[in-house]
Nanobody, 125 residues
Framework: QVQLVESGGGLVQAGGSLRLSCVAS????????MGWFRQAPGKERVFVAA???????????SYAEFLKGRFTISRDNAKNTLYLQMNSLNPEDTAVYSC???????????????WGQGTQVTVSS
């Protein structure tokens, strides 16, 4: 059974940066697409970014349009870790950020149907 453990959240001022991490255990990490979602208070969870499993080419990435290039998703397969670099944060980015993965390997397109507990990110104005 895979375990996803997020870290790196916290309180940051507007304009600042944070890097979130998600360590996955219990599986061959490189075979699974990964992603980040967020849920703000009183709102539904929304997609933030995703990165494909590692195959014969570099993993592909995708982002929510509202990010406008401020966030970068990456993965380190040797460390079984997913990252989300968040720059130019604003109060609207305040949310619980959760990493997600597929239940099965090599899933294309990814379903991202297995979730971690999340880490709180709070951006003050």
């Amino acid at each position: 059974q895979v375990q996803l453990v997020e870290s790196g959240g916290g309180l940051v001022q507007a304009g600042g940066s944070l890097r979130l991490s998600c360590v996955a255990s219990g599986r061959a990490f490189s075979r699974y697409s990964m992603g980040w979602f967020r849920q703000a208070p009183g709102k539904e969870r929304v997609f933030v970014a995703a990165i494909s499993f590692s195959g014969f080419s570099e993993p592909s990435t995708s982002y929510a349009e509202f990010l406008k290039g401020r966030f970068t998703i990456s993965r380190d397969n040797a460390k079984n870790t997913l990252y989300l670099q968040m720059n130019s944060l604003n109060p609207e980015d305040t949310a619980v950020y959760s990493c997600a993965t597929d239940s099965s390997p090599w899933t294309c397109p990814p379903k991202l149907d297995y979730w971690g507990q999340g880490t709180q990110v709070t951006v003050s104005s």
